[in-house]
């Protein structure tokens, strides 16, 4: 067998572990489809009224669950580093060294059982959002395609995550720092507000942050943004599909090398 094809096999049999975990431990997917459904509800019926400056024609529920995906994928891929940081404190990574395995299986499996986890979330926010007046207004394909970018940034996320877990090596820690560095980047963004209520400086900020370019990509694909809207003045609004496949390929170029040395090391000690 090839190295290529042994490591895919090593990836479907970690990935279909992961995934049994998660069977066996149903909190884990009750409270990661709460806490967006908590969102969606509150900012819908809460907040909605009283934010304004939206795009003529365009609800504030077809405005805020492209937002709120976004925010969920992005809080979603923070299990990647909780998880291995615990599989690591528990000695379990040692196991696995111990085994004829490819090194990458277990990062490969980890990022994407935790894809499955996201695109459950997204299942489970999208159905919520239709109770709420959200509504999908573009083709098959369209929709098809919000949903993919959506899940293809936050598998980037997932990888940027297994080096802070590989880093830090304590669950409650890596929540922690995760929580820090994530709660700004997807408020400070189009996820709630239009960005035309932000002030100058943060406006700028949030215009080129990726997480608005999500945000922006997914409303026009599921045509919640629509035609005559006012054009973003910020190229990566303008572009927003391209921009948020820049910062995948960015991401996934940097951090899956990164995140195999770092567990090749770890293994190692």
């Known amino acids: 067998m090839s190295s290529l094809a042994?490591?895919?096999?090593?990836s479907v049999v970690i990935t279909k572990r992961n995934l049994i975990k998660v069977k066996r431990v149903p909190d884990l997917i009750v409270f990661s489809t709460l806490?967006?459904?908590?969102f969606v509800v509150m900012f819908r019926y809460v907040f909605g009224g009283a934010i304004g400056g939206l795009p003529p024609g365009v609800s504030y529920a077809e405005f805020l669950l492209p937002g709120i995906f976004a925010q969920t994928v992005v809080f979603g891929s923070t299990i990647t580093g909780a998880s291995?940081?615990?599989?690591l404190?528990?000695?379990?990574?040692?196991r696995f060294r111990s085994l004829p395995m490819a090194r990458s299986a277990v990062l490969v499996g980890r990022t994407v059982a935790d894809l499955g986890l996201n695109a459950i979330s997204i299942a489970v926010m999208a159905l919520t959002g239709l109770v709420v007046g959200?509504?999908?207004?573009?083709?098959?394909?369209?929709?098809?395609?919000g949903f993919l970018v959506l899940l293809l940034f936050a598998y980037a996320i997932s990888w940027l995550m297994a080096v802070v877990g590989l880093l830090v090596r304590t669950p409650e820690v890596v929540q922690n720092a995760s929580f820090i560095v994530i709660f700004p980047l997807t408020f400070v963004a189009s996820t709630f507000v239009p960005?035309?209520?932000f002030p100058s400086v943060l406006r700028t900020f949030a215009e080129?942050?990726?997480v608005s370019a999500v945000a922006q990509a997914a409303r026009e694909l599921f045509g919640n943004f629509p035609a005559g809207a006012p054009v973003p003045d910020a190229w990566s609004l303008q572009n927003p599909v391209l921009y948020t496949v820049i910062w995948t390929v960015v991401i996934l170029a940097v951090f899956v090398p990164l995140s195999v040395r770092l567990y090749q090391r770890t293994a190692t000690r």
Do not use: C, H, Y
């Open 89 to 94: 404190q528990k000695g379990l990574i040692d």
């Open 208 to 210: 080129w942050n990726p």
């Open 195 to 197: 960005l035309e209520t």
């Open 6 to 10: 042994a490591t895919l096999s090593d």
């Open 35 to 38: 806490s967006p459904i908590m």
């Open 134 to 145: 959200w509504r999908i207004n573009s083709s098959f394909g369209e929709a098809v395609g």
């Open 84 to 87: 291995l940081a615990d599989d």
